[in-house]
């Protein structure tokens, strides 16, 4: 069985840095029947990231 668990944005964020551009992708298969990864969540976490990233003051 695999298990898969969505990162925090904080940590998200974290990885990114101060990197101008990041690709969002989702996949189909295991990630999504675990609620962690399917096209569902990605539009989340990228709607997440846009709004973080105004809030932070960087909008660019």
Same mark, same amino acid.
């Given at each position: 069985?695999? +298990? %898969?668990?969505?990162?925090?944005?904080?940590?998200?964020?974290?990885?990114?840095?101060?990197?101008? @551009? +990041?690709?969002? +992708? *989702?996949?189909?298969?295991?990630?999504? +029947?675990?609620?962690? *990864?399917? %096209? &569902?969540?990605?539009?989340?976490?990228?709607?997440?990231? &846009?709004?973080?990233?105004?809030?932070?003051? @960087?909008?660019?």
């Amino acid at each position: 069985m695999i +298990v %898969a668990e969505q990162k925090s944005l904080d940590e998200i964020k974290s990885l990114i840095g101060a990197a101008e @551009n +990041v690709l969002v +992708v *989702g996949c189909g298969t295991c990630v999504t +029947v675990c609620f962690a *990864g399917g %096209a &569902r969540e990605a539009a989340i976490v990228a709607s997440s990231l &846009r709004m973080a990233t105004k809030l932070d003051g @960087n909008n660019k």
